[in-house]
């Protein structure tokens, strides 16, 4: 624990530099995974606000609700409580830590509701509110070895429960969602039973990236789309493979395949701290528009993944940002066929000080289905 602490208090105080370079004197942090990266600690969203208070000097303050203090209370004296009872108002406790500290400027985590900022700045009109992006951005996309740690031991569950589905699992004359309940099922098995996500599209389905998974019999010759994560312990795995039902549906598919599995190893190949997002959504476009597809990509190549399933950095067109070793990213593109099919293939990849390690490791080759 005392080892955990000192993860949250490293946190904390890199927070501070950044905020010191940003002019700021406060960090708002609403309920949110900011709340976890900085505490430990999950916490919803609700009508009873919960929230962390970083000041430029001294010690954070956790503001919380008198019937959920007992759920706090193991974070200890790195925290100062504002318990506040069911009659109050909470931002009156805010109000009154702001004033208390001194801060003038003051920002805000984009996941807090709308209606305590508005409140907090009907009380507090004279002071600077701004989105603590700039700070929470550059923290939460350079993850720390803990983090790290995490992340690549929810992708080797995940890659373990895609191992043992496609062994066992049945598709041809199955609907989506029965094939979806066995894969999530296989996540469970192996240690993810938070199913952040799971997209089955079959056939033509799949040529809308972000299908919902439905009633569609899975036929043979079929192209699968299975787009798939899960959570532990706060951090996502995001994997895509496009197997096929019994046999590949003509020559086309093993062409556009072929073309995604290297563009997805040419992204993967970009991938090292220094080199601009775009660059790496680049290097896979350019293998795919080369060969002609370049329509049928439709979307970036690739995201941050970490106490979310998409955030910062996005590896999209219009990005200079650098890779910076300690981000991890999915390496996904894809080629999708209106009315016909879509081919996907995604892993995670670390940046580390020398280039890429993918995360993943089960085969990007043509999987056939029974
Ligand atoms: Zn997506
Ligand atoms: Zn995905
Ligand atoms: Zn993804």
Same mark, same amino acid.
């Given at each position: 624990?005392?080892?955990?602490?000192?993860?949250?208090?490293?946190?904390?105080?890199?927070a501070r530099d950044l905020m010191r370079d940003e002019g700021l004197d406060m960090l708002f942090?609403?309920? !949110?995974?900011?709340?976890?990266?900085?505490?430990?600690?999950?916490?919803?969203?609700?009508?009873?606000?919960?929230?962390?208070?970083i000041p430029y000097?001294?010690?954070?303050?956790?503001?919380?609700?008198?019937?959920?203090?007992?759920?706090?209370?193991?974070?200890?004296?790195?925290?100062?409580?504002?318990?506040?009872?069911?009659?109050?108002?909470?931002?009156?406790?805010?109000?009154?830590?702001?004033?208390?500290?001194?801060s003038e400027a003051i920002a805000i985590?984009?996941?807090?509701?709308?209606?305590?900022?508005?409140?907090?700045?009907?009380?507090?009109?004279?002071r600077s509110y701004a989105r603590g992006v700039n700070v929470l951005?550059?923290?939460?996309?350079?993850?720390?070895?803990?983090?790290?740690?995490?992340?690549?031991?929810? *992708?080797?569950?995940?890659?373990?429960?895609?191992?043992?589905?496609?062994?066992?699992?049945?598709?041809?004359?199955?609907?989506?969602?029965?094939?979806?309940?066995?894969?999530?099922?296989?996540?469970?098995?192996?240690?993810?039973?938070?199913?952040?996500?799971?997209?089955?599209? !079959?056939?033509?389905?799949?040529?809308?990236?972000?299908?919902?998974?439905?009633?569609?019999?899975?036929?043979?010759?079929?192209?699968?789309?299975?787009?798939?994560?899960?959570?532990?312990?706060?951090?996502?795995?995001?994997?895509?493979?496009?197997?096929?039902?019994?046999?590949?549906?003509?020559?086309?598919?093993?062409?556009?395949?072929?073309?995604?599995?290297?563009?997805?190893?040419?992204?993967?190949?970009?991938?090292?701290?220094?080199?601009?997002?775009?660059?790496?959504?680049?290097?896979?476009?350019?293998?795919?528009?080369?060969?002609?597809?370049?329509?049928?990509?439709?979307?970036?190549?690739?995201?941050?993944?970490?106490?979310?399933?998409?955030?910062?950095?996005?590896?999209?067109?219009?990005?200079?940002?650098?890779?910076?070793?300690?981000?991890?990213?999915?390496?996904?593109?894809?080629?999708?066929?209106?009315?016909?099919?879509?081919?996907?293939?995604?892993?995670?990849?670390?940046?580390?000080?020398?280039?890429?390690?993918?995360?993943?490791?089960? *085969?990007?080759?043509?999987?056939?289905?029974?």
């Amino acid at each position: 624990m005392a080892e955990q602490n000192n993860v949250y208090q490293t946190r904390i105080q890199r927070a501070r530099d950044l905020m010191r370079d940003e002019g700021l004197d406060m960090l708002f942090i609403g309920p !949110s995974s900011d709340f976890r990266y900085f505490t430990g600690h999950p916490v919803k969203q609700s009508e009873r606000l919960t929230a962390l208070l970083i000041p430029y000097d001294g010690t954070p303050t956790v503001v919380v609700p008198q019937l959920e203090a007992p759920l706090v209370a193991h974070l200890g004296d790195d925290f100062e409580y504002e318990i506040w009872t069911e009659t109050e108002n909470p931002i009156d406790r805010v109000v009154e830590r702001v004033r208390r500290s001194g801060s003038e400027a003051i920002a805000i985590n984009d996941q807090i509701w709308a209606g305590f900022v508005i409140q907090l700045q009907h009380e507090l009109p004279n002071r600077s509110y701004a989105r603590g992006v700039n700070v929470l951005k550059q923290l939460r996309s350079v993850k720390d070895q803990f983090e790290l740690d995490l992340l690549k031991e929810a *992708s080797r569950r995940t890659d373990n429960a895609w191992e043992s589905f496609i062994k066992s699992v049945k598709v041809i004359g199955r609907t989506e969602e029965e094939v979806a309940e066995d894969l999530k099922g296989a996540l469970a098995d192996h240690g993810m039973p938070d199913v952040a996500f799971c997209i089955v599209a !079959s056939g033509p389905n799949g040529s809308s990236p972000h299908h919902h998974t439905a009633d569609r019999r899975i036929q043979a010759g079929d192209p699968i789309v299975m787009d798939f994560g899960g959570i532990h312990e706060g951090y996502f795995s995001d994997v895509t493979r496009t197997p096929v039902a019994g046999h590949v549906p003509d020559d086309n598919f093993t062409t556009a395949y072929d073309i995604v599995l290297e563009a997805q190893q040419a992204a993967f190949e970009k991938i090292a701290p220094g080199v601009p997002c775009q660059d790496v959504d680049r290097a896979a476009r350019k293998v795919i528009t080369d060969h002609g597809y370049g329509d049928y990509f439709i979307h970036r190549v690739g995201h941050g993944i970490g106490m979310t399933g998409h955030e910062d950095p996005y590896l999209v067109e219009g990005n200079a940002e650098p890779l910076q070793a300690g981000m991890v990213v999915s390496d996904e593109p894809g080629i999708y066929m209106p009315g016909k099919w879509g081919i996907r293939i995604e892993d995670s990849v670390a940046v580390t000080a020398s280039g890429g390690e993918r995360y993943n490791h089960v *085969s990007r080759e043509i999987t056939i289905l029974e």
